[in-house]
């Protein structure tokens, strides 16, 4: 079994940064597929950004070029630095990990963007 804990979430006004962290504890093999999606009200979950163990990256076409993901494999954590956040980025956010053809999901944090 594998837990996925999430912190850094919140209120930023539309420009502000925000980083997001995500800690996995449990059965974690080395090969494994990490990241964040998020869900916004009234849509679907969506892609915002993961990292395999071999560092092959993915973003989501909204946020490519504003947020930056990182992963540390030693720690099993990955990070989401969001930059320049609009109100559109207004989402609870989670964090996934793929291993072994499973899939885990975190609890979410919010993120809000407003003035």
């Known amino acids: 079994q594998v837990q996925l804990v999430e912190s850094g979430g919140g209120l930023v006004q539309p420009g502000g940064s925000l980083r997001l962290s995500c800690a996995a504890s449990?059965?974690?093999?080395?090969?494994?597929?990490m990241g964040w999606y998020r869900q916004a009200p009234g849509k679907q979950r969506e892609l915002v950004a993961i990292?395999?163990?071999?560092?092959?990256?993915n973003y989501g076409d909204s946020v490519k070029g504003r947020f930056t993901i990182s992963r540390d494999n030693a720690k099993n954590t990955v990070s989401l630095q969001m930059n320049s956040l609009k109100p559109g980025d207004t989402a609870v956010y989670y964090c996934?990990?793929?291993?072994?053809?499973?899939?885990?999901w975190g609890q979410g944090t919010q993120v809000t963007v407003s003035s």
């Open positions: 996934n990990l793929v291993v072994s053809l499973n899939e885990y």
């Open positions: 449990g059965s974690i093999f080395r090969l494994y597929t």
């Open positions: 990292k395999a163990s071999s560092g092959a990256t």
